[in-house]
């Protein structure tokens, strides 16, 4: 479960990364001289200064344990469906990004579906059945010749992909979780950006430019995950947006298959 965080004042802070894996947030520290986080310290004491996602994710672990004290039988997808349906958008909205998702969901690739309410989740755990097996769908993207394709300077290309859920095998009619695995070589990984649209026309960027990464392996079956269309129903067309946002004219790489995985309970009781 990826968790993200938020300063004392609900702001982002410096060090967060944008994902949309991320699936809710906790609060954790600011800019030097602002608040922390108070916690145990070793050899002995106490700290007021725990900071970053080192604090966050504990956080957030507490509250879990908290909520299987409650209920010892949920499962780690009933807890990702108990920390997202209660996950409280509302403080965090001030900040740019957030969008509604298919099934009207407030998510944001900073902050997930928004604060862990701790008492909200247990509340819901107590109560919660545990969800029906999950189904895995896979759908493979092949490029058309040239494969691979020649890439270069600034660019943008659309890949569409037609999804009916696996209706004749393991079917998918609620979404979980959606992975696309991408292999792709460039000059500057950091100039690459990938955005993925559902049939519900929820945009969750996967992969946003990242201005400090200057590597030139890229990617090579680079799983990238998104819980942002979290209850959609994946049938319909998927559109994969590869770019580059580079200044380098002279910039070139390499792209090749592509392919999306798929994965979700079907009992849209859920």
Same mark, same amino acid.
């Given at each position: 479960?990826?968790?993200?965080?938020? &300063?004392?004042?609900?702001?982002?802070?410096?060090?967060?990364?944008?994902?949309?894996?991320?699936?809710?947030?906790?609060?954790?520290?600011?800019?030097? #001289?602002?608040?922390?986080?108070? =916690?145990?310290?070793?050899?002995?004491?106490?700290?007021?200064?725990? &900071?970053?996602?080192?604090?966050?994710?504990?956080?957030?672990?507490?509250?879990?344990?908290? $909520?299987?004290?409650?209920?010892?039988?949920?499962?780690?997808?009933?807890?990702?469906?108990?920390?997202?349906?209660? $996950? #409280?958008?509302?403080?965090?909205?001030?900040?740019?990004?957030?969008?509604?998702?298919?099934?009207?969901?407030?998510?944001?690739?900073?902050?997930?579906?928004?604060?862990?309410?701790?008492?909200?989740?247990?509340?819901?755990?107590?109560?919660?059945?545990?969800?029906?097996?999950?189904?895995?769908?896979?759908?493979?993207?092949?490029?058309?010749?040239?494969?691979?394709?020649?890439?270069?300077?600034?660019?943008?290309?659309?890949?569409?992909?037609?999804?009916?859920?696996?209706?004749?095998?393991?079917?998918?009619?609620?979404?979980?979780?959606?992975?696309?695995?991408?292999?792709?070589?460039?000059?500057?990984?950091?100039?690459?950006?990938?955005?993925?649209?559902?049939?519900?026309? &929820?945009?969750?960027?996967?992969?946003?430019?990242?201005?400090?990464?200057? #590597?030139?392996?890229?990617?090579?079956?680079?799983?990238?995950?998104?819980?942002?269309?979290?209850?959609?129903?994946?049938?319909? =067309?998927?559109?994969?947006?590869?770019?580059?946002?580079? #200044?380098?004219?002279?910039?070139?790489?390499?792209?090749?298959?592509?392919?999306?995985?798929?994965?979700?309970?079907?009992?849209?009781?859920?």
């Amino acid at each position: 479960m990826s968790i993200s965080s938020a &300063t004392y004042d609900n702001h982002r802070p410096w060090y967060l990364e944008e994902c949309p894996s991320s699936i809710a947030t906790t609060y954790s520290s600011a800019n030097i #001289n602002q608040p922390a986080i108070v =916690t145990v310290d070793v050899p002995a004491g106490c700290t007021k200064m725990h &900071t970053g996602t080192s604090a966050s994710a504990p956080l957030a672990a507490g509250i879990i344990a908290l $909520a299987l004290e409650a209920n010892p039988d949920l499962t780690w997808r009933d807890m990702q469906h108990i920390v997202l349906r209660t $996950a #409280n958008p509302t403080p965090l909205l001030q900040n740019p990004g957030w969008s509604q998702n298919g099934v009207g969901r407030m998510v944001s690739n900073k902050f997930g579906y928004g604060l862990m309410d701790g008492g909200a989740l247990v509340k819901l755990a107590r109560r919660w059945k545990t969800v029906p097996e999950q189904h895995i769908c896979t759908y493979e993207y092949k490029l058309a010749a040239p494969n691979p394709r020649p890439i270069s300077g600034r660019f943008q290309m659309n890949f569409t992909l037609e999804v009916n859920g696996c209706e004749s095998g393991t079917p998918v009619l609620y979404l979980e979780h959606v992975q696309v695995h991408a292999t792709v070589r460039y000059s500057k990984r950091g100039d690459l950006k990938l955005t993925l649209f559902s049939p519900s026309r &929820t945009r969750s960027v996967l992969l946003p430019p990242r201005p400090q990464d200057f #590597n030139t392996n890229g990617f090579h079956k680079w799983p990238f995950l998104s819980v942002q269309q979290w209850g959609e129903d994946p049938r319909g =067309t998927w559109i994969l947006m590869v770019e580059s946002v580079t #200044n380098n004219p002279a910039a070139i790489g390499e792209l090749q298959n592509l392919f999306s995985d798929v994965f979700s309970g079907v009992d849209l009781s859920h």
